[in-house]
């Protein structure tokens, strides 16, 4: 997509309804011949414009593409987003940003695809990425922080997903220890955070984030271990994944400057607040029977769950199965 057409897009989006051939020409310094030429490109790429003489063109419908064109007419964020690499498909954006932030790539940049055939998921489990229905990114951040600081960027990102759940759905999505999006129960977005570093430096951190946007039913792997949902399926309406993409990033971006300002504490006292387990009894089990009980009493600076036992003993909990009594 031309320069120009962004620039088109992006000012139909502005003033919505129809917007004259000479108020485009006038503000984009371009000749009306070359603005027929540009619409016409866009109405190529899927994009249903209506042109009506003496009113101009009114944009009517956009084709739900995954690109920078589409994410830029949307996008209000400084530094993430500030370099997009939009693919058709690939393995995982996850590798391609690593490799990326190993050849020096920007920080903020972001690599989107539109599917991914070996999507990664924690553990070494596999994210199920088809095409053209969900987000799939990973964003290259260079944090001045320590190596065993990193963890809070996972909670940083889980709390910019159900943040742009909000603004995009009238759904509440809550999120589950350690870093599950949950809606109704039912994961809607999972992350995976990958860094680079040596003792006492962070090289880069990758945020990898995987948010289920349109997929239905049928497009779940059967063999699901724990529940999953996507916002189409929860809200009945499907959503713009370009919108969705920048709206994400806006959120990171705001969340992101805030922690290089203030610190953890800020997205901590969010997170908290978000988590599934506010106010609840938890029991956590290791596999087996449960080896904890206590009342939900946050997380600490290295994202450990913490729980309150009978006596008011705190336990730090590194990892294990949490379960809601
Ligand atoms: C999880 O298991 O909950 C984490 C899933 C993370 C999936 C995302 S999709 C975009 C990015 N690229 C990957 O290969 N994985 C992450």
């Known amino acids: 997509m031309t320069s120009v057409s962004v620039a088109i897009l992006q000012l139909f989006r502005e003033k919505g309804g129809f917007v004259s051939g000479e108020v485009i020409s006038r503000e984009l310094h371009v000749s009306r011949t070359a603005i027929w030429k540009q619409i016409n490109g866009l109405r190529r790429a899927g994009y249903v414009i ?28 400084k530094l993430i987003g500030r370099r997009l690499v939009c693919l058709a498909t690939t393995t995982s954006t996850n590798s391609d940003a690593f490799r990326l932030a190993e050849q020096d790539a920007v920080e903020g940049t972001v690599i989107l695809s539109d599917g991914q055939s070996s999507g ?24 001045g922080i320590m190596p065993y600081e990193a963890p809070q960027l996972t909670f940083l990102s889980a709390v910019a997903v159900a943040r742009t759940i909000e603004l995009v759905s009238d759904l509440k999505p809550e999120i589950k220890w350690p870093n599950d999006v949950l809606i109704k129960g039912k994961k809607v977005a999972g ?56 709206l994400l990033m806006g959120e990171l971006d705001r969340l992101y400057r805030d922690f290089r300002t203030n610190g953890f504490g800020p997205v901590r006292a969010e997170w908290q607040q978000r988590c599934n387990a506010h106010g609840r009894e938890l029991a956590i089990s290791d596999g087996g029977a449960d080896v904890v009980k206590g009342m939900f009493a946050g997380i600490d600076s290295y994202g450990a769950l913490l729980v309150a036992g009978a006596g008011g003993k705190i336990e730090r909990i590194l990892s294990g199965d949490v379960r809601i009594l």
């Not at 990664?120 to 990114?137: A, D, M, Q």
Request: aromatic content about 6%; charged content about 20%.
């Open 50 to 77: 209506e042109a009506v003489p003496s009113r101009g063109y009114h944009l009517l419908s956009a084709p739900d593409l995954l690109s920078p064109g589409e994410i830029a007419g949307y996008l209000k964020a």
């Open 120 to 143: 990664k998921g924690r553990l070494g489990r596999v994210w199920s990425s088809p095409e053209g229905v969900n987000l799939y990114c990973s964003v290259i951040l260079r944090p």
């Open 191 to 246: 992350l995976l955070n990958e860094m680079n570093a040596e003792t006492d430096v962070i090289n880069f951190v990758i945020l990898g984030i995987g948010v289920n946007l349109n997929m239905t039913a049928e497009q779940f792997p059967p063999d699901l271990r724990h529940p999953a949902t996507s916002i189409l399926l929860e809200s009945g309406r499907p959503v713009g994944r370009a919108r969705f993409a920048a």
